[in-house]
């Protein structure tokens, strides 16, 4: 069956950051993804090649007058429109909210940025670190102990912006549908760091204090004798009991103390030298044997190249092959109507011709349009 997002065309404004995932995640359900790269960017390729799959592109000049036009009458046959420039460009340009939603009142505009529409730093760069700073994500009293331990730029920069985005725009969506009415989506790569990672309250209330285990010798990253690394977040309790039996760390192993006061941060240098010296007597395949019976919350950490190897992520049937390689499927899982990956990457304007057609442009004023090299056409890639 179609995916659930099937019929619904989406217009991307080519840009980084977590907008290529984003149009991703809507394709993948079905949704009809028109990519508009931008002729004379300077960039060929803005996002993975993962990211970008499963829509046709259209390439368009916008410095001119007849290229943002044609994403303005995009925007008039489509449901939604997503761009990820800084705050103020897309009005510069002709092609903001105001214009696209007084062309089509019920168009879904959406709009992914650093940190937002409004305030003192919407106009400046950022990045990751930027945004996890000002969310209250890096502070911490034990990141001290970790000074190697760092955030997951692609989860604070890309992943969770695109995953609150795209939720964003099918909410619109839901929305256009009922009323008739369009709206603009604002989204910030710094709203998710605040909505998924930090904690809030008054001074001294636990509830809002960054996690205890940060930094702690039973969560991080332990080196094995062949050179691989083993992930441990034995957080809990009976967790940290097992994770010590596993490694083979009995009571008289350690002081009495250590095994009773797990958060105490004072015998955390101790523990966490008799940890690593642990895991570097075996290979990641021993301790992967070990802690596959048992359940301590240790994983052994995979490069992306072989993450499809992961036992768990084959059974779920998490990887797809596309290409020559690995690439994730369609989630979330559906059960009545599952979305399916895209086809690969489209060479920047390998659609153009019929997008234009599409949108209701004559024969005659497309050739025009070519010949004043307002628009471009490629051929496909190879394969």
Known sequence: MPGPLAGVRVVEIAAGGGLPLAAMLLGDMGANVIRVDRIGSG??????????????????????????????RLGQVSAVLIEGFRPGVAEAMGIGPDTCCAANPALVYGRLSGTGQQGPRARQAGHDLN????????????????????????????????LLFAFGVVCALIEAQRSGRGQVVDCASVDAALVTAARFGPAGDPGADP???????????????????????????????VFLHGLGLR????????VASQRDLASWP??????????????????EAVFARLDACVTRVRSPREAHADPQLRARGSFTQAGGRWEPTAVPVLSLTPGAPGGPPPAPGEHTREILGEAGYLPDEIDALFAGDVVRGMAAPAG
């Open 270 to 287: 101790r523990l966490r030298a008799l940890v690593a010296d642990e895991f570097a007597r075996h290979d990641a395949a021993h301790w």
């Open 131 to 162: 945004f996890l700073a000002a969310a209250g994500v890096l502070d911490g009293p034990a990141l001290a102990a970790t000074p190697t331990q760092r955030p997951l730029t692609t989860i604070a920069d890309r992943g969770a912006p695109a």
């Open 43 to 72: 960039r060929r390729r803005l996002g993975p090649p993962t990211a970008l799959r499963g829509r046709r592109s259209i390439a368009v000049d916008l410095t001119t007058p007849a290229g943002r036009a044609i994403v303005v």
């Open 251 to 258: 009571p008289e192993t350690l002081a009495a103390e250590a």
């Open 211 to 241: 996690p205890a285990h940060l930094g702690a010798p039973y969560y991080g990253v332990y080196r094995t004798r062949d050179g691989q690394y083993m992930a441990v977040a034995a957080v809990d309790r009976t967790r940290y009991q």
